[in-house]
Structures are given as C-alpha cells and as structure tokens.
T-cell receptor
Framework: GAVVSQHPSRVICKSGTSVKIECRSL??????MFWYRQFPKQSLMLMAT?????????EQGVEKDKFLINHASLTLSTLTVTSAHPEDSSFYIC???????????FGPGTRLTVT | AQSVTQPDIHITVSEGASLELRCNYS??????LFWYVQSPGQGLQLLLK??????LVQGIKGFEAEFKRSQSSFNLRKPSVHWSDAAEYFC??????????FGAGTRLTVKP
C-alpha cells in the first residue's frame, strides 16, 4: 500500500515552453501533497505544500507564478513549470500524506531537462 | 532554527564491513525521524523511522538506527555492508507542522 506515482518520469522541453508533472496517490486519499526539487548531488528542497481544494503554500524563494501547483482532487496534484528555462532543469519529487502530520510517501521523481 | 546535519558527505567502506552514517538535528522537542535511501535517478525509499517508544529502530535491508535524545542524533547502522547498499542516504526530520527537512545526504561507496 501507500504508492505514489509520478508522470512523466523524464521530460525534455524547449526553453520558454511549459511542462506539467503529475503526482498521484494510487491507493490512498492524500489531503496533503508536497513538491520537492533536487539538484544533482544535492538534497531535497521543499518547494511547496498543497492541501486538497486550497491554494498551495510556497517556501520562501519559490516563485508561485512560475511553479503552478494544483491539488484539485484527493489523489492528484500537478506541478506546472511555466516558461521553463535551463536553470529549471532538475529532479522533481512529490510526496503525499493521508492527512497533515502523517507520514509522507514519496513518488519516484521526474527528471526535467530544459534545452 | 530547525536543521538537519549529515556531517559526512561521502563514506567508503569495504563490503562486509560495518557502517554508521551520522545524523544530527536541532529542534526544541522530539521530532519524527527518518532515514531514506536513493539510488541514482530514483526516488526515495524509506529505510526506517522513529516516532516514539524504543529508541533502537529496525528497518529494511538490515539497517537500524538509534535515537539519542541527549545527543540530538539519529545515526544509521548496518553490521555488514553489501555492494548493493551503495547509494545516497538521507536523514530527514519532520516537525510538528508536517514540515519535513532533509539533510544534505551521505554518499556511500562500497569497495569489493
């Protein structure tokens, strides 16, 4: 149980375009989902926390207009990187929790490359 | 400020040798503590966690960790390392508000 999927696993896009990454909780309902970013050989940095039906809470320094997060259902959250640039290339990992304060379950990650 | 420290960026051990990866945290109360492993290009796999109770926690793949409140530490151990254990290891701490913070990670290399 407690499986979280991400799609796509890898994506390459051209600079200036937008790309959407999906995060799904497959066997539980997630009231809270999290988005992390990981640069090569570095740790995970929390980007934002989203609660189903509410606006996401972004960490300091994360541009909310560039990284659009939608958590419209209890099993799906999406991260849209708008007007992507090469510096947005990174490994994006989501996690989901049945409710706030419960253990987070992590997805396998999405490798984004912006050319 | 709340923080998680993994002092060792890279550790090399011989196959069959014992392993200890260090993790220290700063927080006023007892947080929830986790160890994850990440293989290259992969997501995170939970090795073990500590919420309360017995301070020696057993995890998967033969790993264990011990919570020491007096030292604010949660070190990961394995008595005999296998070549397949080579990976990146992250200590993570979750505070009351579900805010999870990760250490910088320790890369483990296993020599044959």
């Amino acid at each position: 149980g407690a499986v979280v999927s991400q799609h796509p696993s890898r994506v390459i896009c051209k600079s200036g375009t937008s790309v959407k990454i999906e995060c799904r909780s497959l066997d539980f309902q997630a009231t809270t989902m999290f988005w992390y970013r990981q640069f090569p050989k570095q740790s995970l940095m929390l980007m934002a926390t989203s609660n189903e039906g509410s606006k996401a809470t972004y960490e300091q320094g994360v541009e909310k207009d560039k990284f659009l997060i939608n958590h419209a259902s209890l099993t799906l959250s999406t991260l849209t990187v708008t007007s992507a640039h090469p510096e947005d290339s990174s490994f994006y990992i989501c996690s989901a929790a049945p409710w706030a304060g419960y253990e987070q379950y992590f997805g396998p990650g999405t490798r984004l490359t912006v050319t | 400020a709340q923080s998680v420290t993994q002092p060792d960026i890279h550790i090399t051990v011989s196959e069959g040798a014992s392993l200890e990866l260090r993790c220290n945290y700063s927080y006023g109360a007892t947080p929830y503590l986790f160890w994850y492993v990440q293989s290259p290009g992969q997501g995170l796999q939970l090795l073990l966690k500590y919420f309360s109770g017995d301070t020696l926690v057993q995890g998967i793949k033969g790993f264990e960790a011990e919570f020491k409140r007096s030292q604010s530490s949660f070190n990961l151990r394995k008595p005999s390392v296998h070549w397949s254990d080579a990976a990146e290891y992250f200590c993570a701490v979750r505070y009351n508000n579900n805010d999870m913070r990760f250490g910088a990670g320790t890369r483990l290399t296993v020599k044959p």
